[in-house]
């Protein structure tokens, strides 16, 4: 597996593996082929991997931890922090609103590394920004959890430009996740280049757009009854069907190519820079080795035009998420 650097201190694989999947928002699933999927991603060669306290909550944290336990010198581990959550609900409605004050930061990493059962975190993001704690107090938290040697590099989530600039000016930003796809290319308007400028990797949560890029989902009764999916706008209805029309010219392109659905979106996302390393889903063996031999596929830059206009944004029927959580993003 190639790998791609984040900021300056972490080398990761040039794909990673996002974990809630395995435990959070997609129905339910096994944790014995979640462990022998995490430990086959080592050995592929993938060594970052990405939780968060919410997956669960707290479950994904427990079990990214426990699987990788006797590989955990040569993993990168990312968690977040920023939601409230209350422990006595479960999945979505655990999420009760958002907590960046400067205790909950401490306390959230603390109650992290246990779960995960490390001495570390490798990359510790902001999950959502806080607009009722200046972004400076969260990160001047997290800079302090840096030389305590609890955390290594730090990260946020679907931060703004002017959010970035100022908390990179307290302390060095490794990491930018948020969501970018083929079919959501938000990053592009500003905050690419915002990163680029200020040397901080990017990761794209949602490469293969929740799933829908890969061609396998046809209708939404594909997905289980409790699937966060089918209450975002694009998995609905007519907008279903419209963005079915895109996916289906993605899947001529790849058949043409030798690859899959899959594998052809998430080599467009990589050959977006050298500093962008996607974090797709995987819950199954076939699924993690589609996606990891994508990092080999070569793209010409015809390629990756004509990928770029079988999916025009004006194209894309519906919103990524709902109105209430893309109020969330870009603050």
Sequence with gaps: MKTRKLGK????????????????AYGASDENESV?????????????????????PFTNEVLVGKALKSVRDRVVIATKFGFKLDPTKSGLA?????????????????????????????????HRVDPNVPIEDTVGAMADLVREGKVRALGLSEAGAATIRRAHAV???AALQSEYSLWSRDPEEEVLA??????????????????????????TD????????????????????????????????????????AQLALAWVLHQGDDIVPIPGARKLHHLEQNAAAADISLSAGEVEALSDIMPLEQIAGKRYTAASLAMTNI
Excluded: W
Aim: aromatic share 8%; net charge negative.
């Design 171 to 173: 302390h060095p930003i």
């Design 222 to 261: 594909d997905l289980a009854a409790d699937d966060f999916r089918r209450n975002l706008p694009r998995f609905q209805g007519e907008n279903f069907d419209a963005n079915a029309v895109l996916v289906a010219k993605l899947e001529s392109l790849a058949k043409d190519k030798g690859v899959t659905a």
């Design 94 to 126: 655990s999420m009760v609103g958002i907590d960046s004050r400067p205790e909950h930061v401490k306390e959230v990493a603390e109650a992290s590394l246990k779960r995960l059962g490390t001495d570390v975190i490798d990359l510790f993001y902001q």
């Design 36 to 56: 022998k999927t995490l430990h086959h991603a080592v050995d592929l060669g993938v060594n970052f991997f990405d939780t968060a306290e919410t997956y669960g």
């Design 194 to 219: 915002v990163c680029r400028e200020l040397g901080i990797g990017f990761v794209p949560y949602s490469p293969l757009g929740r799933g829908f890029l890969t061609g396998a989902i046809r209708k």
């Design 9 to 24: 201190d972490l080398t990761v694989s040039a794909v990673g593996l996002g974990c809630m999947g395995m435990s959070f």
